[in-house]
């Protein structure tokens, strides 16, 4: 059986992955629904795909600011099992459930997606899921869109270079009452 991947970003109306600016943590916008919804999806069981960039900057955030001090739902996420696609990290890693593995992103991915019991989800690694998309190995499109236009401060545009696809929606939902999370199937346009 082939584990489902979920390629899981936040972004802004505009697109962005993230801000310079003084917005603060998702723009801001952040309701109880959001961070309920968050936390019904992080203690699923599954497997963490990261990129280095991506894993080194939770790393980095964890340390600044302590686990127990990040919304609950970023600490079940750390607690998840995980595996970093690197070709220059190296162990040990501060993560509990954490391993290394060298190697394209595809390659990686694809073997992941035939050995593993557990469903796969990335949340970021945006230059790594562009390719995985690209490659065909990403099932799922979880868009959580946030009610913010960032052009002047906007960072990180989440589908920049990518290929072109066609979107079939399986879910949505708005929460908080401005927020959209978007739920969906990826097919590689001819």
Not at 85 to 98: C, E, I, M, Q, Y
Not at 147 to 172: H, K, N, V
């Amino acid at each position: 059986m082939t584990a489902t991947y979920t390629f899981d970003v936040f972004s802004s109306l505009d697109g962005y992955g993230s801000h310079t600016g003084d917005w603060g943590g998702y723009w801001g916008k952040q309701g109880p629904e959001l961070l309920a919804r968050r936390l019904e999806l992080y203690g699923e069981g599954q497997r963490m795909v990261f990129g280095k960039t991506t894993f080194k900057d939770s790393v980095e955030m964890f340390a600044e600011f302590g686990v127990e001090n990040l919304d609950p739902w970023v600490a079940l996420m750390r607690n998840l099992p995980a595996t970093v696609v690197s070709t220059t990290l190296r162990g040990p890693l501060d993560w509990p459930d954490a391993t290394v593995i060298s190697g394209d992103a595809v390659d990686v991915v694809a073997r992941l997606k035939k050995e593993s019991d557990a469903p796969l989800r990335s949340h970021g690694s945006l230059a790594m899921n562009r390719a995985l998309m690209a490659a065909g190995l990403v099932d799922r499109v979880q868009l959580t869109v946030f009610p913010a236009l960032t052009g002047r401060t906007g960072a990180a545009r989440i589908f920049e270079g990518a290929e072109d696809f066609d979107l079939e929606l399986l879910e949505s939902r708005t929460l908080d009452g401005n927020t959209q999370e978007l739920i969906y199937r990826p097919t590689r346009h001819p």
